[in-house]
């Protein structure tokens, strides 16, 4: 479709809108964590790094974020593992209830999280009698980060078709064999940027953590929400939102370009 000019500007001028409120605001965090003012003054009468030094030398600062990189983590071997299975067998296979399945893997993401984390709660610590912890985070993380990979698998292997697949059985080769040298390799960066996906989802997640993750477990956007109205601890607050947002930032910045890469692969495939 060829837009008109005026077209063109509405919608130049209607996505800056859009990037500058959602975008203000975190810039607004980034700056104040150098703000030498710990009140937050503005505009900042000056800028320091002793908010970053204090915020590492933070022991619960670090010990939250070594537990969130730890949950991200194998929330996102879990995810990897059960939603390429997931994908794979429902793309591949027919069977009655197939978009059912799928709609039910799908919908975890779907939901509020207040209501996925209040149903995994008592699933959790009424029909299984577990107490909460570092186990149940990650199973509570791994229900949304499968979302990722799932859909992920799927559209890859919906884009690329079973020919090579069938061509290889047809050429002797079993299904272990099949998979290891042709569908894992069409698949892997689906598969990367998937995990990158899902990481980001689980390292900032917060409702559901606070559902799940019992009094002995805080990951880093607990001990944010935590320590946000403690006046001494703000000015390191700031600085530990500053780099969540960074940190988050990063995995979904390597999943667009290895996105964007591989449709462009795709694209010029005869």
């Excluded at 996505?15 to 959602?22: E, K, N, P």
């Excluded at 059912?100 to 984390?117: D, F, N, R």
């Excluded at 993750?213 to 000015?235: H, S």
Aim: charged fraction near 10%; proline fraction near 5%; glycine fraction near 6%.
């Amino acid at each position: 479709m060829i837009a008109s000019r005026g077209l063109r500007t509405v919608l130049r001028v209607t996505t800056a809108i859009v990037l500058v409120v959602v975008y203000t605001p975190l810039a607004m965090v980034v700056i104040n964590s150098f703000n030498v003012d710990r009140t937050f003054s503005w505009p900042p009468s000056g800028f320091t790094l002793h908010w970053w030094k204090l915020a590492a030398q933070s022991h619960g600062a670090r010990h939250a974020l070594l537990v969130s990189i730890e949950v991200a983590l194998l929330a996102t071997a879990i995810a990897l593992v059960l939603g390429t299975l997931a994908g794979m067998g429902l793309r591949r296979t027919r069977f009655f209830g197939r978009h059912t399945i799928s709609l039910l893997i799908i919908l975890p993401i779907a939901l509020p999280g207040i209501v996925t984390g209040i149903a995994l709660n008592n699933a959790f610590r009424t029909m299984l009698g577990l107490d909460l912890g570092f186990f149940t985070v990650v199973v509570a993380h791994a229900t949304f980060c499968i979302v990722t990979v799932f859909n992920n698998v799927q559209a890859r292997l919906q884009r690329l078709g079973p020919s090579l697949e069938q061509a290889s059985a047809d050429l002797g080769a079993g299904p272990f064999r099949t998979f290891v040298q042709i569908t894992f390799p069409m698949m892997r960066s689906a598969l990367l940027a998937g995990a990158l996906l899902a990481f980001g989802l689980s390292f900032d997640e917060i409702v559901v953590t606070t559902f799940t993750a019992g009094p002995q477990v805080q990951t880093l956007p607990l001990w944010i929400f935590q320590n946000l109205f403690r006046p001494n601890q703000a000015p390191i607050v700031n600085v530990v939102a500053a780099v969540l947002v960074l940190v988050s930032a990063v995995p979904i910045y390597l999943a667009q370009r290895l996105s964007g890469d591989t449709v462009s692969s795709a694209s010029a495939t005869p």
